[in-house]
């Protein structure tokens, strides 16, 4: 039984004890006279008496539900906005007959007070939201920006403050632009990114490697990896969240041991050319007259001599590629010439370790836009791995032709050790090895990072297939010179001159 109809019985109770102890009084008169004066009470006279109490008992309850009416009504009210109460219906005040006047003001003004208490509720939930957003963003240990619809900066931790010699109240409002002077290894920058995904996706994520920050005022420069989600229709109007993630020591020496290999390298050319040339005058002068083991060292030492100016190329290109200063320039060539002509150069160190290429060349292939000598760079890395990572094989197959894209591809694949899935992500990272084959076949992890950045220059596309135990295929693809935009074309034999590897700016930095 619920409080209001304990009190409207209650109510009912006592107004009903009133009326039977009227009517008890009214009997106890009776009797007292009709024990005095011998005054008879006929049956007509109980009998009224009788229907007297009981008119007055209806007349009690009906009473007291008529008094209770407003009660009930705000009574009504007050469970209807319980949260802790669950389909109690709205009252109908319109109905109320008794007080209608006040209930109505008192449920206005229990109205305002919840209305009141949710809005505190509301307020003091999100000042807690806030407090542990803030607590949470301001004590991670990496550099946070938060961004708006404008790419303004609208938040910026105490790491991020202090990662690039500015306070945040410095970077709050303004373009991200001017706060982060951004280089990236690659055309693939956070602007470009940015503008791709403002239209095509509500939310997205993007990472950078080998980011440069350059900082002014002396602050010390700084490499890291950038890491971006964006989010439309965020309700704070963070739009972009950007975390960086520092690795200046580690890149920083990265580029002073290509530095200090190339610097030691380059004292081995000189050396390395004579050598060369004494070698090649010992096998005119004594042609035919060695006996076939003699033969054999000679040519062993060739190879090797051939193999040692490849090695030192790749490192002096590397330390080029990192420090922005190889160029290419890309002009028209006979893409079956060059490929022939850079297997014929090789094709010594295969003949030492008995290993026959086979070549097949489509016909009709349109000519191509290359650098001559960088290109053939990467033919050579790619078939001494075939050859270092053939184990017993003693096939490498060399394809070319015109693929569906109208791009001519190249690949070259052996039947070898092959390679682990576990290591594919890895493979064209600088002074990358397997562990496992270190030991028993030289190397130094360079020539294929060495050659995706000169495919890359070219506008095409390195790539590589393999199952551990049958071999790889590695594959590249070429633009035919037809396709280069006519706008990069420059007059005369110089082509179409480009960088394997440097750093770009956003392109905002020179609209804003």
């Not at 280069?484 to 392109?507: C, F, M, P, V």
Request: with cysteine.
């Amino acid at each position: 039984m619920d409080n209001l109809a304990r009190l409207r019985l209650r109510l009912w109770l006592y107004l009903a004890a009133l009326a039977v102890a009227g009517n008890g009084l009214v009997l106890a008169l009776y009797w007292f006279l009709w024990q005095q004066q011998d005054w008879a009470v006929g049956p007509a006279a109980a009998a009224s008496l009788a229907a007297g109490a009981v008119l007055a008992l209806i007349a009690a309850r009906l009473f007291s539900s008529f008094a209770l009416s407003p009660l009930k009504t705000l009574w009504q009210a007050i469970l209807h906005l319980s949260p802790t109460e669950h389909g109690t219906a709205a009252p109908e005040i319109e109905k109320l007959r008794l007080g209608r006047e006040l209930v109505a003001g008192l449920m206005a003004q229990v109205y305002q007070l919840v209305s009141v208490a949710d809005k505190a509720a509301a307020e003091s939930q999100e000042k807690l939201r806030d407090l542990h957003r803030n607590f949470i963003a301001q004590n991670l240990p990496l550099p946070l920006i938060l961004l708006d619809t404008t790419q303004t900066v609208t938040f910026a931790n105490e790491a991020a403050a202090a990662y690039m010699g500015l306070s945040a109240d410095q970077m709050i409002g303004k373009n991200v632009y001017m706060v982060l002077d951004m280089s990236f290894p690659s055309d693939k920058t956070f602007d470009g990114w940015l503008k791709e995904v403002k239209v095509k996706s509500a939310t997205a994520t993007g990472s950078w490697e080998r980011v440069r920050l350059n900082v002014r005022d002396d602050h010390p420069a700084r490499l890291f990896d950038l890491a971006a989600y964006y989010n439309r229709d965020n309700p704070d109007r963070h739009e972009t969240m950007l975390v960086l993630f520092d690795h200046t020591e580690q890149y920083s020496q990265d580029d002073q041991a290509v530095s200090f290999i190339a610097l030691s390298v380059h004292e081995l050319r000189t050396p390395l050319t004579l050598l060369r040339g004494y070698i090649e005058v010992f096998e005119e002068e004594l042609e035919g007259k060695m006996n076939p083991e003699l033969a054999s060292f000679m040519l062993k030492m060739r190879a090797m001599a051939e193999q040692l100016t490849a090695f030192v190329n790749n490192i002096l290109n590397v330390a080029r590629v990192e420090a922005d200063q190889l160029e290419l320039k890309l002009q028209s060539e006979d893409w079956s010439t060059i490929l022939k002509s850079s297997i014929e150069l090789i094709s010594l160190r295969a003949k030492v370790r008995d290993i026959t290429i086979r070549c097949r060349i489509q016909t009709g292939l349109p000519p191509v836009g290359v650098d001559r000598l960088s290109i053939r760079e990467v033919i050579n890395n790619l078939i001494d791995n075939a050859i270092k990572y053939s184990g017993t094989s003693k096939e490498i197959i060399i394809e070319t032709k015109l693929n569906r894209e109208g791009l001519v591809e190249t690949t070259v694949q052996d039947f070898g050790v092959g390679i682990p899935t576990s290591i594919m992500p890895n493979l064209f990272t600088k002074f990358y090895r397997d562990h496992r084959n270190r030991a028993q076949i030289g190397g130094t992890g360079l020539g294929l990072y060495l050659s995706k950045a000169i495919v890359d220059a070219h506008g095409g596309n390195l790539s590589v297939r393999s199952k551990e135990g049958q071999g790889s295929t590695f594959g590249f693809t070429l633009l035919p010179y037809a396709q280069l935009a006519e706008a990069k074309k420059k007059a005369g034999e110089q082509g179409i001159t480009r960088s394997a590897h440097g750093w770009i700016k956003n392109h905002s930095l020179y609209r804003r």
